[in-house]
């Protein structure tokens, strides 16, 4: 069975400082990826998503990039974190075929930059 | 303006009631709807995907209905279990094969006390 692994499952960091989330899943080849973020009382903000390695499609202008090094890696890094980067980040993964493709979400990742 | 919208935005009920969470949307073109639930903390765990031709789908305890023509979508759940405390997300693509195009409503917070 497939299986969506994040880490770490909290994070305090301060601003200016860099970030780096890890996405990993198994079970499965050549899934699309995808970041989303999700803000108190509001929808999932979708971030990144990667139809394959090194091929990332970015939603929204931000202080945030991901990146792809592997079939079922997917990283979600910032240079300089902003107090606004504060959330609950979350990795997601479907597969490519079918009409109507579920996304598998993973426990995601408390981010408090302070 | 968010093109899904959810009622109410919380609900408490007794355990072992039902109840019956709503969602509209503006989405056109229109392609599926998705229910999920989401657990304090966790991610997101889909419950039911209905296309347009679809009107109504089960899963378990938990029933989805879709009215294409008026946009509106309920999820019902029946015989309520303390479990059942979540975030509750309805999830509107406009397009085939494309999950980089959902549109999340904000959920509804139900508490299931005993």
């Known amino acids: 069975s497939q299986t969506i692994h994040q880490w770490p499952a909290t994070l305090v960091q301060p601003v200016g400082s860099p970030l780096s989330l890890e996405c990993t899943v198994e079970g499965t080849s050549n899934p699309n990826l995808y970041w989303y973020r999700q803000a108190a009382g509001r929808g999932l903000q979708l971030l990144f998503y990667?139809?394959?390695?090194?091929?990332i499609s970015s939603e929204v202008p931000q202080n945030l990039s991901a990146s792809r090094p592997q079939d079922r890696q997917f990283i979600l890094s910032s240079k300089k974190l902003l107090l606004s980067d504060s959330g609950f980040y979350l990795c997601?993964?479907?597969?490519?075929?079918?009409?109507?493709?579920?996304?598998?979400f993973g426990p995601g990742t408390r981010l408090t930059v302070l | 303006k968010n093109q899904v919208e959810q009622s109410p935005q919380s609900l408490i009920i007794l355990e072992g009631k039902n109840c019956t969470l709503q969602c509209n949307y503006t989405v056109s073109p229109f392609s599926n709807l998705r229910w999920y639930k989401q657990d304090t903390g966790r991610g997101p765990v889909s419950l039911t995907i209905?296309?347009?031709?679809?009107n109504t789908k089960s899963n378990g305890r938990y029933t989805a209905t879709l009215d294409a023509d008026t946009k509106q979508s309920s999820l019902h759940i029946t015989a309520s279990q303390l479990s059942d405390s979540a975030s509750y997300i309805c999830?509107?693509?406009?397009?085939?094969?494309?999950?980089?195009?959902?549109?999340f409503g904000a959920g509804t917070r139900l508490t299931v006390k005993p």
């Open positions: 999830v509107v693509s406009p397009a085939l094969y494309n999950n980089n195009d959902m549109r």
């Open positions: 990667s139809v394959g390695i090194g091929q």
């Open positions: 209905m296309t347009f031709s679809e």
């Open positions: 997601a993964w479907s597969s490519r075929d079918g009409f109507t493709d579920t996304q598998y």
